[in-house]
């Protein structure tokens, strides 16, 4: 599944193909993905110049003066700019056709990804409630820690709810946790302001790292979880359960935590 940093990735691909284009018309294969297109995506959209494709946690908008088209890759979606003439190959779903011949086509075997609609100066119910992106200035451990308190959940599904902040997964959490050596289970209400600034700078190297990585091998095998493959070296907890720590050498635990698979070492985290 595509997490924040190949979304981000994407982005940044697309931007310098798309932005400034307009949109000559809009091919869809079938009447929906997750759900059904809405109708303005070919009534409204042709005609419009891409101003900006901006992402808000793992959604993609790409915005015109006439409202914006919004973009969820799922669990196997991609993106790609190609002649508008290139073969058609199976789950290709969408062309959005722009001015200079090529087409963003969107490609999506599972069919978890959508393609909506966002009118000007709405948000999209999608959108609406979610939390800080993890990369703004907006998050940090004192913003961290005032959310926490009095909240019992386990630190590691507070991190992962996308009210509190957006786009930090499974993976990212865990290594998260474990840079910041905070025990996973611990509640989220115990973990001090100190701890959470800790928190908040781990979970954002490894997310700027990833992004930065994702910028030269965005072709890379991704792993079925989602950690792109040239990623997966450098995870230290993340699916090394069993295994030695990297930093004490004693056998990593693991449990379920709010239904995601977890790993952490129960020296170092507490
Ligand atoms: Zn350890």
Not at 85 to 104: C, K, M, N, S, T
Not at 163 to 191: D, K, T
Request: charged share 20%.
């Amino acid at each position: 599944m595509p997490e924040l940093p190949e979304v981000e990735t994407t982005r940044r691909g697309l931007a310098p193909h798309v932005v400034g284009r307009r949109v000559t018309r809009v091919v869809l294969r079938r009447p929906d993905l997750r759900w059904p297109i809405p109708r303005e995506v070919q009534a409204v959209l042709p005609g419009q110049r891409i101003d900006a494709i901006h992402r808000r946690a793992k959604y993609l908008l790409a915005e015109t003066a006439a409202g914006s088209a919004l973009l969820h890759l799922g669990m196997s979606g991609s993106l790609r700019v190609l002649p508008a003439d290139a073969p058609v190959r199976a789950h290709d779903h969408v062309d959005i056709v722009l001015d200079d011949g090529h087409a963003l086509r969107f490609h999506d075997p599972r069919r978890f990804g959508c393609l909506l609609w966002q009118a000007p100066g709405e948000t999209h119910p999608l959108l609406a409630g979610l939390g800080p992106e993890p990369l703004s200035e907006a998050f940090d451990g004192d913003y961290l820690f005032q959310r926490s308190r009095g909240r019992k959940v386990p630190v590691k599904s507070f991190l992962m709810d996308q009210s509190v902040v957006v786009g930090v997964g499974n993976i990212y959490a865990a290594e998260a946790l474990f840079l910041a050596g905070i025990a996973p289970l611990r509640a989220a209400g115990q973990v001090s302001r100190g701890r959470y600034a800790a928190l908040a700078q781990a979970a954002q190297s490894i997310l700027a790292h990833a992004i930065e990585r994702g910028g030269t091998t965005l072709r890379d095998f991704i792993h079925p979880d989602g950690a792109p493959g040239y990623f997966e070296q450098e995870l230290r907890v993340y699916g090394r359960a069993g295994q030695p720590c990297p930093r004490c050498g004693r056998t990593l635990r693991h449990a379920s935590i709010g239904q995601r698979a977890s790993v952490w070492c129960g020296h170092c985290q507490r």
